[in-house]
């Protein structure tokens, strides 16, 4: 199931997240805070998330924009008992196969449940469409469904984070991004957007970004550089750090 990637690119992924519990504000979605770590720690880019209804159009239309894109399409929720989980349904419509009660799935939910409790809402789980392997889960043992590049993992989070951990080791990896943070308090955006623009641009190869926020002691401010190049990202800290430092003694004057 591993893929490779064109030359030095990193895997690129998006993630798109299925429910309408997430679109009405009922469910927060903790997943794709996850998912976006877990892929950072290993060298894969996410470059986009999305959120969909559970409706069988929105999901194809979207599965088949975003695969057609990224090396790699993450989606969450939608693939237990209930009528409205219908995402491995819409993974078989946009894929263009076939879709039924797959004998392994079956045999990894009699794990779990006995012959009588194992009813027609339950066996809902074991539709797998056609050609995908399977992703095992530990915890509740119906299982996610990989096909082509197309990862389909369930949305309560404890079991997504359980497949993660099998997927993980399968997907092209590359160099980690490596982080660095400039405290900035003090120092009001305003004053060092300028200075930060321009070590962005002679820093090639670092994304920076600065990030407000607001707290009971005040607004704090800190920038954050990203790179897989450790001594271009130590280069463009301290000149961040440097810049900082300037501008807080000027402001203390």
């Known amino acids: 199931m591993a893929q490779e990637t064109a030359g030095d690119r990193p895997a690129s992924a998006a993630i798109l997240v299925i429910g309408d519990e997430i679109l009405s504000g009922r469910t927060q979605d903790v997943n794709t805070s996850y998912i976006a770590n877990y892929l950072a720690q290993i060298g894969v880019d996410l470059l986009e998330a999305r959120i969909v209804p559970d409706d069988m159009d ?19 929720g939608g693939i237990g008992p209930t009528h409205d989980d219908i995402t491995a349904d819409a993974v078989a419509h946009a894929f263009g ?46 299982p996610g469904f990989w096909i082509g590049n197309v990862i389909v993992m369930a949305g309560v989070p404890m079991i997504m984070q359980n497949m993660m951990d099998v997927i993980g080791p399968l997907l092209a990896a590359g160099p980690p991004v490596l982080v660095e943070t ?61 810049m900082i430092e300037s501008l807080s003694k000027e402001l203390a004057r």
């Open 58 to 76: 929105a999901i194809a239309e979207a599965l088949n924009a975003l695969r057609a894109r990224y090396t790699y399409v993450f989606t969450t």
């Open 182 to 242: 400039v405290e900035a308090d003090g120092v009001p955006e305003g004053a060092y957007a300028e200075g930060l623009a321009a070590i962005a641009r002679h820093h090639e190869g670092v994304s920076v970004g600065s990030y407000p926020a607001f707290t009971s002691a005040g607004i704090r401010n800190q920038i954050v550089l990203r790179s897989r190049d450790a001594a271009l990202l130590s280069c463009a800290t301290e000149a961040a750090r440097a």
């Open 97 to 142: 196969v076939e879709i039924g009660e797959d004998p392994r799935a079956i045999a990894l939910l009699r794990e779990r449940f006995s012959e009588g409790e194992l009813n027609a809402a339950r066996r809902r789980m074991a539709r797998i469409p056609k050609g995908a392997e399977l992703i095992f889960n530990a915890i509740s043992k119906a």
